[in-house]
């Protein structure tokens, strides 16, 4: 048997919507999806309740659900609100950090400088790397609505992968993060970690221009 049938099902249908199997914009029948993954019905609604929260399927009250369109509009809002979030939870962690916390970040920060050809190793790398900064913070909420954009975000990245100059600029970015964290420097810190996201973001968004996405998805 295939090894993605041991993947819990949500998974399967993320990597699904990812790869374009089920299109943007289609509608999730709950018994054809049955007969796709070989479940029964209720799986499938958990997956799609879990999948709506990441961000990757809209349920509409009777009428079902829908997969997402990932365009140029919903990736701006999406970074408009990380670099407003990020840089709040930024701000504990930089007057807590200790040399644990730094000796940690560094670790993780030479695994990535190895520059792995691995789209999907690296955003894990750098989920590892902001997760250190960021999964001690009391705020839950903002916590959970960083992680479901961060899902869509990697997934979008696996459709489109960073650059070789994207990698190098990742580098810097948190080379410079991790100087401002060691200084205790509250404010350097959050303005780095907000042009962080700003350059992840217009990066982004022109691998999905070269990619042919439509600009009238954008409203442009």
Partial sequence: MPEKSFQPLHERMREDIINGV?????????????????VS???IREALHQLSGEGFVIIHRN?????????????????????????YLASLFVEQATDEDLA???????????????????DRLDDAFHGIMYDRHFNQEALAIRQRHSEVVRGLARRYPVSPARRLAMIEEHRAIMDAVA????????????????????????????AGLPRAWAGE
């Fill in 41 to 43: 019905t209720n799986p």
């Fill in 22 to 38: 089920l299109a943007e914009g289609s509608w999730l029948k709950t018994h054809d999806l049955a007969r796709r993954y070989q």
């Fill in 183 to 210: 200084r205790h420097d509250v404010k350097a810190t959050q303005e780095i970690v907000e042009k962080h996201a700003r350059a992840a973001e217009r990066n982004l968004i022109q691998r999905m221009r070269q």
């Fill in 63 to 87: 009428r079902g659900a829908r997969v997402r369109t990932l365009d140029e509009a919903f990736v701006r809002n999406i970074f408009d609100i990380r670099a407003l979030i990020e840089p």
């Fill in 104 to 122: 940690a970040m560094e670790k993780v920060q030479l695994r990535i400088e190895e520059r792995p050809e691995d789209q999907i190793k690296l």
